[in-house]
């Protein structure tokens, strides 16, 4: 949905820090008055009306100079407007006004969890009144008369979620739990939408005061079980999945997460079992076909692709197992050698796939991911880079790997490869780097919806080893050593390699690279996350490979030497000679047990988990040209790339 704040902008908002600012005689004037105007302000900001809480605060601050909350409020704000000299004047306020005899205290929102409760069945049952497109306004309207109603916060949060606009939801959630800690409804509601935003660190912290709570809520003990598999706290998590198997042995949800984590841990027989039980609580759940046909061996019988072609041919109203079920049949029938029935499987969880994220945010537009790397080069420059680049300190306290490229080309080969090495910890595809720039994208919303990558550039050397050092603080919540090298296999950092160069100078860089068609192909048929959404069409495949291959090729001219390029076929037909070479490129001596890498024993959550726990095999090298008479949109979108190894 459109952002609020872009349309309220007013540039110029004139003495700001003038003592005799006039106020005019409609500002309320009490303490109570001035007390709500400040709340309204804090409201409107999570609500992402950012121009009418910056406006709020200037008026609070002129009516109370002693409101050092107010200050630094307004100090935040008038950075999102560009405004910084105004925004270090604010913050000096902060810190003159105020202190231990202040009147200004925190404001607590409904504290008892018997009244939440009630005033939270109220409010959904007066909503259930009101039409769907009417709500938020509704919502808005409530807290702009009551800012405090956490409640309202609550359900204007869930309506944002659903018009695609999560950040604003989130807002709204920590502000609603800033004044009700124990509304639990909404600390839940904060978990998922952290989760479905692999925000998994700060969900985990969430589902603490959760099991608190509630110790034998089954919800509670999943989404903690779920956020601690995403943090590779695997032995929590099937304690807690276990325990709430006890309660409800027959949860699907349940169910496909306890088998998925069974999975990831290489604990095969016991994951088969677990499917099978689910798929005898839900014949239809495309998530146990799936979960089978993950496992990468023959798991599925004739009479399960009997069963899954007529549970497609009826019709599955949930996109999720739909999905799961087409690209579970897909992967059978590409196993039985039926190429055509496979594709036509294949197409049709992809299309179920493109229909889930179209007209959200995370549909994959060619026109908009040109114009995003058409942005970056004009910002990331060699000029750009030479002017703000630094050496690499005498010893970082980290060495960061990236591993780079595009899904399904082998960064979870090399990942497992070189974390096989005694000097190097993997970890997984990490969310940091994004949090990072997601951050700074917003932090001139005021006047620009995205202020990334420009923002950058305004950046001092102090500042890029700033960044550099929150970066690494981030990749060490998920560490589990303290050995001098981690890797981050998050395929798409390749985007920004450029900036995490700029702040992170002693940051190695593999680029992992696959044959154009057997790339897209093994995209094509791998049910992806909506990342990767651009992979659920081969026109898009094809479109977005050239493109990467093209910017990558920028980023050698622009970081000479900085990235180094692997071929996945020279690596799996060259294997020894391809690990010395990457293994020199990060400064590794070499180690026997990075040829040895399916003898580490670690647990893996990529798709690839079963292929690393073997030998490197060459049978997939030539697996997509079976499929060669229904390529031709991915074949003519490569264009001349088609043809390369």
């Given at each position: 949905?459109?952002?609020?704040?872009?349309?309220?902008?007013?540039?110029?908002?004139?003495?700001?820090?003038?003592?005799?600012?006039?106020?005019?005689?409609?500002?309320?004037?009490?303490?109570?008055?001035?007390?709500?105007?400040?709340?309204?302000?804090?409201?409107?900001?999570?609500?992402?009306?950012?121009?009418?809480?910056?406006?709020?605060?200037?008026?609070?601050?002129?009516?109370?100079?002693?409101?050092?909350?107010?200050?630094?409020?307004?100090?935040?704000?008038?950075?999102?407007?560009?405004?910084?000299?105004?925004?270090?004047?604010?913050?000096?306020?902060?810190?003159e006004a105020g202190g231990a005899a202040s009147p200004w205290r925190d404001a607590e929102g409904e504290r008892s969890p018997t009244?939440?409760?009630?005033?939270?069945?109220?409010?959904?049952?007066?909503?259930?009144?009101?039409?769907?497109?009417?709500?938020?306004?509704?919502?808005?309207?409530?807290?702009?008369?009551?800012?405090?109603?956490?409640?309202?916060?609550?359900?204007?949060?869930?309506?944002?979620?659903?018009?695609?606009?999560?950040?604003?939801?989130?807002?709204?959630?920590?502000?609603?739990?800033?004044?009700?800690?124990?509304?639990?409804?909404?600390?839940?509601?904060?978990?998922?939408?952290?989760?479905?935003?692999?925000?998994?660190?700060?969900?985990?912290?969430?589902?603490?005061?959760?099991?608190?709570?509630?110790?034998?809520?089954?919800?509670?003990?999943?989404?903690?079980?779920?956020?601690?598999?995403?943090?590779?706290?695997?032995?929590?998590?099937?304690?807690?999945?276990?325990?709430?198997?006890?309660?409800?042995?027959?949860?699907?949800?349940?169910?496909?997460?306890?088998?998925?984590?069974?999975?990831?841990?290489?604990?095969?027989?016991?994951?088969?079992?677990?499917?099978?039980?689910?798929?005898?609580?839900?014949?239809?759940?495309?998530?146990?076909?799936?979960?089978?046909?993950?496992?990468?061996?023959?798991?599925?019988?004739?009479?399960?692709?009997?069963?899954?072609?007529?549970?497609?041919?009826?019709?599955?109203?949930?996109?999720?197992?739909?999905?799961?079920?087409?690209?579970?049949?897909?992967?059978?029938?590409?196993?039985?050698?039926?190429?055509?029935?496979?594709?036509?499987?294949?197409?049709?969880?992809?299309?179920?796939?493109?229909?889930?994220?179209?007209?959200?945010?995370?549909?994959?537009?060619?026109?908009?991911?040109?114009?995003?790397?058409?942005?970056?080069?004009?910002?990331?420059?060699?000029?750009?880079?030479?002017?703000?680049?630094?050496?690499?300190?005498?010893?970082?306290?980290?060495?960061?790997?990236?591993?780079?490229?595009?899904?399904?080309?082998?960064?979870?080969?090399?990942?497992?490869?070189?974390?096989?090495?005694?000097?190097?910890?993997?970890?997984?595809?990490?969310?940091?780097?994004?949090?990072?720039?997601?951050?700074?994208?917003?932090?001139?919303?005021?006047?620009?919806?995205?202020?990334?990558?420009?923002?950058?550039?305004?950046?001092?050397?102090?500042?890029?080893?700033?960044?550099?050092?929150?970066?690494?603080?981030?990749?060490?919540?998920?560490?589990?050593?303290?050995?001098?090298?981690?890797?981050?296999?998050?395929?798409?950092?390749?985007?920004?390699?450029?900036?995490?160069?700029?702040?992170?100078?002693?940051?190695?860089?593999?680029?992992?690279?696959?044959?154009?068609?057997?790339?897209?192909?093994?995209?094509?048929?791998?049910?992806?996350?909506?990342?990767?959404?651009?992979?659920?069409?081969?026109?898009?495949?094809?479109?977005?490979?050239?493109?990467?291959?093209?910017?990558?090729?920028?980023?050698?001219?622009?970081?000479?030497?900085?990235?180094?390029?692997?071929?996945?076929?020279?690596?799996?037909?060259?294997?020894?000679?391809?690990?010395?070479?990457?293994?020199?490129?990060?400064?590794?001596?070499?180690?026997?047990?990075?040829?040895?890498?399916?003898?580490?024993?670690?647990?893996?959550?990529?798709?690839?988990?079963?292929?690393?726990?073997?030998?490197?095999?060459?049978?997939?090298?030539?697996?997509?040209?079976?499929?060669?008479?229904?390529?031709?949109?991915?074949?003519?979108?490569?264009?001349?790339?088609?043809?390369?190894?």
């Open positions: 949905m459109p952002n609020p704040a872009a349309a309220a902008f007013s540039p110029a908002l004139p003495g700001l820090f003038q003592a005799t600012r006039p106020v005019p005689a409609r500002v309320p004037k009490t303490s109570a008055q001035i007390r709500h105007l400040y709340e309204v302000g804090l409201t409107s900001a999570a609500m992402s009306f950012h121009q009418a809480a910056l406006e709020n605060m200037q008026e609070v601050t002129a009516l109370a100079a002693d409101h050092a909350a107010a200050w630094r409020a307004l100090a935040s704000l008038l950075r999102l407007a560009g405004r910084d000299r105004e925004a270090d004047e604010a913050e000096s306020r902060s810190g009244r939440l409760e009630r005033l939270d069945r109220k409010l959904r049952d007066q909503l259930e009144k009101i039409p769907d497109e009417d709500r938020i306004t509704h919502l808005r309207d409530m807290l702009f008369v009551e800012p405090l109603d956490v409640v309202a916060m609550r359900y204007l949060a869930d309506e944002e979620e659903m018009a695609d606009d999560p950040i604003t939801a989130t807002s709204l959630l920590e502000r609603a739990l800033a004044l009700s800690p124990m509304y639990m409804a909404a600390r839940a509601d904060y978990a998922k939408l952290l989760m479905v935003r692999r925000q998994h660190l700060a969900a985990l912290k969430q589902s603490e005061y959760l099991l608190a709570n509630a110790p034998n809520n089954v919800r509670c003990q999943m989404l903690r079980a779920d956020a601690a598999v995403h943090m590779e706290r695997f032995d929590e998590a099937v304690a807690l999945y276990e325990a709430a198997l006890r309660r409800e042995p027959s949860n699907p949800q349940l169910l496909n997460s306890y088998g998925n984590v069974l999975k990831t841990l290489g604990r095969r027989d016991e994951s088969v079992a677990v499917f099978r039980t689910l798929l005898s609580v839900a014949p239809a759940s495309g998530n146990a076909y799936f979960g089978l046909s993950e496992l990468k061996a023959n798991y599925l019988t004739d009479a399960d692709v009997t069963a899954m072609r007529a549970h497609l041919a009826n019709g599955i109203s949930e996109v999720a197992s739909r999905k799961c079920m087409a690209y579970a049949l897909g992967q059978t029938l590409e196993r039985a050698g039926d190429y055509e029935g496979s594709f036509a499987a294949y197409l049709l969880g992809a299309r179920a796939c493109k229909d889930e994220v179209a007209n959200t945010h995370q549909a994959h537009d060619p026109a908009r991911f040109e114009a995003r790397l058409a942005r970056n080069r004009g910002v990331f420059t060699a000029e750009a880079i030479g002017a703000r680049a630094a050496q690499p300190t005498a010893a970082p306290s980290a060495t960061p790997i990236f591993v780079i490229g595009m899904p399904r080309a082998g960064s979870t080969l090399v990942e497992q490869i070189l974390a096989s090495h005694s000097l190097v910890e993997g970890t997984r595809e990490l969310p940091v780097v994004t949090e990072l720039t997601k951050k700074i994208a917003m932090s001139r919303v005021l006047v620009c919806a995205d202020a990334y990558p420009e923002r950058v550039l305004e950046f001092d050397r102090a500042q890029l080893d700033a960044l550099g050092e929150e970066c690494l603080r981030g990749i060490g919540e998920y560490r589990r050593t303290t050995r001098p090298y981690v890797i981050d296999k998050r395929p798409w950092n390749w985007l920004d390699a450029p900036f995490i160069h700029l702040m992170l100078p002693q940051a190695k860089f593999i680029d992992i690279r696959r044959a154009p068609m057997a790339a897209g192909f093994a995209m094509f048929k791998q049910l992806l996350p909506a990342d990767a959404a651009f992979s659920y069409d081969l026109q898009h495949l094809g479109h977005y490979y050239r493109h990467y291959v093209a910017y990558m090729d920028y980023l050698d001219e622009i970081m000479p030497g900085r990235i180094l390029r692997v071929s996945y076929e020279h690596l799996v037909v060259d294997t020894e000679a391809e690990i010395r070479r990457m293994l020199d490129y990060c400064g590794l001596p070499f180690e026997e047990n990075c040829l040895r890498f399916w003898e580490t024993d670690r647990a893996v959550l990529t798709p690839s988990a079963e292929q690393v726990r073997r030998p490197i095999f060459r049978d997939a090298l030539q697996q997509w040209k079976n499929y060669q008479p229904w390529l031709g949109p991915l074949r003519a979108a490569l264009g001349g790339l088609a043809e390369g190894e």
